[in-house]
């Protein structure tokens, strides 16, 4: 049967034939994905986008991000390890490491691009991966690539961590997690984790993408939060495309690991570096927040009134910890349709089905920005509400 298939005309000549079959699986389970390219100004309220703290658009990032391209240039020309460094990247690395609590940071093209390095830099042939089930899936693309054998552990247990570096004892382990999941806006138990990984004698490794700008004193991040940033063994990572308004990411942590880093992350060696004015209106942003750390409270604030106002209207939401409200839909095509609706009643909201949800549940995901107003919160859960699939409601009591 194999060979044949190998051997049929239709196969030899169209050596993509089966990429047909695929889209059609797709559309049988409601799962295909389309670019919705977006004008400059769409007029739609939006719930969608990463933009927590409300700085993409900021005159001040703009305008230093523009600054930065007349400046150093379009691009960063190279790689970091040959002329894709310049003084921003630097001077970024120094304010990112100082305001986050850690030694030394590692500015990459993107967060992806950090949870690849860290990942597999800091483990080899032979060592232990421990990864969260809810994981992002660039750190689930990281442990494949890595060369360590990987476990993944049920969602922020603890103590599933515990049992697995225990039946591991002496290897050297990595322990990796995201801070707030991005599926439902839940943080991970980091305390526990540390505590775990501390007597477990193994690396704790956080993505930080969801907690940076929300969590910890004015913005500083989840680790922060937790009373971990810049302890011994702990390392994060982190985007510049969210709080921050910008593009790329970073790795923070002790100047040792950092400088491992320079010396043996590919996706950081062989990539080109981040451009400059992605670098100067990523710093521009984090030098806004240190003036403005009201902006972390107000988006932690937004996403609990967007919780409390949508739970009563009788929809399921999981109680965020940052600034991730997730809304349970009851299928993906209706998950499709309900963010159809909204979108076409003026409201931008995100929608998440398999296999971008590890449990199987679609979701309408909305992001709660520090700059929405009490109107614009008002629309947006009228709207919601009112596009609602029936199935998606329960009676209110």
């Not at 002329?83 to 970024?92: D, I, K, M, W």
């Not at 970073?250 to 491992?260: E, K």
């Amino acid at each position: 049967m194999e060979q044949d298939q190998r051997d049929s005309p239709d196969r030899h000549d169209d050596p993509f034939a089966w990429t047909d079959d695929e889209a059609r699986r797709r559309a049988r389970a409601g799962l295909v994905r389309t670019l919705r390219p977006r004008p400059a100004d769409s007029g739609l309220l939006d719930l969608a986008s990463n933009d927590y703290l409300g700085l993409a658009r900021h005159p001040a990032v703009t305008g230093a991000a523009a600054d930065a391209a007349r400046r150093w240039g379009a691009g960063a020309t190279g790689s970091r390890l040959v002329t894709g460094s310049t003084a921003l990247h630097a001077e970024l690395e120094r304010e990112l490491a100082a305001f986050c609590g850690f030694e030394a940071a590692l500015v990459l093209s993107s967060g992806y691009a950090a949870n690849l390095a860290a990942l597999t830099a800091l483990t080899a042939r032979g060592s232990l991966l421990v990864s969260d089930a809810g994981n992002h899936a660039s750190i689930v693309d990281g442990c494949r690539l890595s060369r360590a054998e990987t476990v993944v552990v049920p969602h922020a247990a603890p103590d599933a961590v515990r049992k697995t570096l225990d039946e591991h004892d002496g290897r050297r382990a990595l322990v990796v997690s995201d801070a707030v999941f991005s599926v439902d806006g839940d943080a991970a138990p980091l305390r526990e984790l540390a505590e775990v990984c501390r007597t477990g004698g193994a690396a704790l490794l956080v993505d930080d993408a969801h907690g940076l700008g929300v969590l910890g004193e004015g913005g500083r991040g989840a680790l922060d939060a937790a009373g971990l940033a810049g302890a011994a063994g702990v390392v994060a990572t982190l985007t510049l495309s969210k709080s921050l308004g910008s593009q790329g990411g970073a790795v923070l942590g002790p100047a040792r690991v950092i400088d491992h880093l320079v010396n043996a992350a590919r996706t950081f060696i062989f990539d080109t570096g981040l451009a400059p004015a992605a670098v100067g209106g990523a710093l521009e942003s984090l030098r806004l927040l240190r003036r403005e750390p009201v902006r972390a409270d107000r988006a932690r604030a937004v996403a609990r009134t967007l919780h409390q106002r949508l739970t009563g209207e009788g929809l399921t939401a999981v109680r965020p910890d940052a600034a991730v409200v997730s809304v349970q839909a009851p299928s993906p095509e209706t998950a499709v349709r309900w963010a159809a609706d909204c979108r076409a009643a003026g409201l931008a909201v995100g929608c998440f089905r398999p296999p971008s949800v590890p449990d199987g549940i679609s979701r309408i995901r909305l992001t709660a920005r520090a700059d929405l107003t009490e109107r614009q919160i008002d629309t947006a859960v009228r709207t919601i509400a009112a596009t609602a699939p029936a199935e998606a409601v329960t009676a209110v009591g």
